[in-house]
């Protein structure tokens, strides 16, 4: 565990930085520690390096610039994956549209950069005890303007990492597939681009979701929650998981509740509440529940279509969840991390360098070690 934090803390992104001895560079360029049993330690070790690559990957994906991570780069950074044994699958506009997948492509209408969904499974369960799979889904808005309702000018630079639940989605999946976890795992990730245009979608407009409901698009600054509805429903429909997290850097509000120490914790199953937040805990990514219910659902009704995207000014965190949990099937166990405070650190961590955290690959799967293996 000491070797693990040190070589978490080890992680810079200087890749864009000319100079060749740059003052951010660690000073520490190696650790030796000695003990009795060095064969124990290694293999006690090597499964930690391997969530260690997933963090890394995660934290690459969110400090990269939009001009070079977009839905089709993105993929192609996915590469590594099947040499892991991770099964991939790629959905473009087409396919999406056949499947009736309004409400993403209506979020990425607006942008030359064409939209991608990414399915990957990881089997790694033993034949004998194959299940029905846990599933993670991941937002991938590569970049976000806000679309026709803009964001204002000053800190926009920071929405390109508002693909950061999506590169979670994929850093545990290459950590899962690492370290040979004996589960079966899904990873979802709707990739879009948010931008005004000439063709980007208004204010007021009608979109309908794969599950058939229909969404009254109030504000297109809300457009996360319409890319998780399609891929979330897309998840279910398809691989039939017995728990699904989903996980998105979806509001400004959650800031505003819990600043940048906690995610946001919605869930319908109070044992995945509970997992989570141990798993939490024990890894030093720790997450808050918040409250759903009947009155804040409510608030998103729409008077023309099956609901509204956007609820209002209260409660904004707590809205987009309950927009979220219509496109939970029945019997299927739901849980939303909202982690727009704690994917990016202005500030250096004792295992984080200021930058991309990769926040909640080691939640994850801390959760499914504990919780999930056969």
């Known amino acids: 565990n000491i070797a693990y934090g040190c070589h978490l803390r080890s992680y810079r992104f200087n890749k864009y930085k000319t100079q060749e001895k740059s003052k951010d560079n660690p000073s520490l360029t190696s650790l030796a520690v000695m003990l009795k049993d060095v064969k124990g330690a290694r293999r006690n070790f090597a499964p930690l390096r391997s969530v260690a690559d997933g963090v890394f990957f995660t934290r690459d994906l969110v400090s990269e610039p939009a001009n070079v991570i977009y839905p089709i780069s993105f993929v192609a950074r996915l590469r ?26 209506g979020v990425a209408q607006g942008s030359a950069n064409a939209p991608r969904m990414v399915a990957m499974q990881w089997n790694g369960a ?10 993670f889904v991941g937002k991938g808005v590569t970049f976000d303007t806000g679309g026709i309702s803009i964001k204002p000018a000053g800190g926009m630079e920071d929405m390109k990492w508002d693909m950061g639940g999506s590169g979670v989605v994929i850093g545990l999946m290459k ?12 990873g979802i990730v709707g990739l879009v681009e948010n931008m ?24 297109t600054d809300a457009e996360g929650r319409l890319v998780l509805a399609d891929a979330m429903w897309y998840c279910q429909d398809r691989f039939k998981p017995h728990t699904m997290i989903d996980l998105a850097t979806l509001t400004g509000a959650i800031i505003v509740s819990l600043g940048n120490e906690n995610a946001g914790l919605f869930a319908n199953d109070d044992e995945i509440c509970d997992r989570l937040t141990a798993a939490g805990k024990s890894v030093g990514e720790p997450v808050w529940r ?21 609820g209002g000014r209260w409660g904004g965190s707590i809205t987009a969840a309950q927009f979220l949990q219509r496109f939970v099937k029945d019997g299927v166990k739901w849980a939303h991390l909202d982690i727009a405070g704690v994917t990016w650190s202005n500030k250096e961590t004792p295992t984080c360098p200021k930058g991309g955290t990769g ?5 994850l799967d801390r959760l499914v070690s504990e919780h999930y293996e056969s």
Do not use: C, H, W
Not at 126 to 134: D, L, N, Y
């Open 196 to 219: 005004p245009s000439g063709t980007a979608q208004r204010p007021g407009d009608v979109v309908k979701t794969m599950s058939g409901q229909t969404v009254e698009v109030i504000n």
């Open 80 to 105: 590594s994956l099947p040499k892991l044994g991770v099964k991939i699958q790629v959905l473009d506009e087409k396919k999406m549209k056949k499947l009736g997948m309004g409400a993403l492509l």
């Open 359 to 363: 926040f909640g690959v080691r939640l």
């Open 290 to 310: 918040m409250p759903l219910g009947d009155a804040y659902d409510r608030m998103i009704n729409s008077d023309i279509a099956d609901m509204k995207n956007i």
């Open 175 to 186: 950590a899962l597939a690492g370290r040979k976890a004996k589960v079966n795992a899904v």
């Open 126 to 135: 033993p034949k004998s005890k194959e299940t029905r799979p846990i599933a």
